[in-house]
């Protein structure tokens, strides 16, 4: 119960911030810019995160085939089975122009925190020990000298899942 009240308040927190919008690609910066739209112009780095992993094993006696996905699989460790191939991960690539820009209200205010909800910073959200991962999407933000500091703290906003 406590969890749920964690992400209750929490969301209640962003709910009461001003919201950052984020144009991805040259052609809507360039339009953006023509409308006299204040921009934090940024380039996309390539990114990507683990989206899972495998390994095949075979039955020695049978000689069939498995893939399993969990490092505690007793195949992987039996007499039984032989690797056929070894932990292989797959990879999510996240596919975005090469040119984003975060639109900055001209009213904002020095030290004013708000709520970015498409980030253009590659961050993680969560990490598994078991190989997976993925990036984080929204994120708090610190308006500080005509910049946004992006408030990531990865001990708190990236959950490290173990099991």
């Known amino acids: 119960m406590a969890f749920w009240n964690f992400w209750k308040r929490k969301k209640s927190e962003i709910d009461n911030l001003r919201k950052i919008k984020t144009i991805r690609g040259q052609k809507n910066i360039d339009k953006a810019i023509a409308?006299?739209?204040n921009l934090i112009i940024k380039n996309v780095e390539l990114f990507s995160t683990v989206e899972g992993k495998y390994c095949i094993v075979k039955n020695k006696?049978?000689?069939?085939?498995?893939k399993i996905y969990d490092f505690r699989d007793q195949r992987g460790y039996s007499e039984d089975f032989e690797i056929v191939q070894d932990w292989t991960y797959k990879y999510k690539k996240h596919q975005?122009?090469?040119e984003a820009a975060y639109v900055i209200p001209k009213d904002i205010k020095d030290g004013?925190?708000?709520f970015v909800e498409d980030l253009i910073e590659n961050l993680l959200s969560?990490?598994?020990n078991?190989?997976?991962s993925?990036?984080?999407k929204s994120c708090k933000a610190l308006w500080k000298n005509n910049d946004l500091k992006i408030l990531y703290n990865p001990d708190v906003d990236c959950i490290k899942v173990v099991g």
């Open 130 to 132: 078991q190989g997976g």
């Open 112 to 114: 004013e925190i708000v």
């Open 126 to 128: 969560y990490s598994y």
């Open 35 to 37: 409308n006299g739209i």
């Open 61 to 66: 006696k049978s000689g069939k085939k498995f």
């Open 134 to 136: 993925d990036r984080l």
């Open 96 to 98: 975005f122009p090469h």
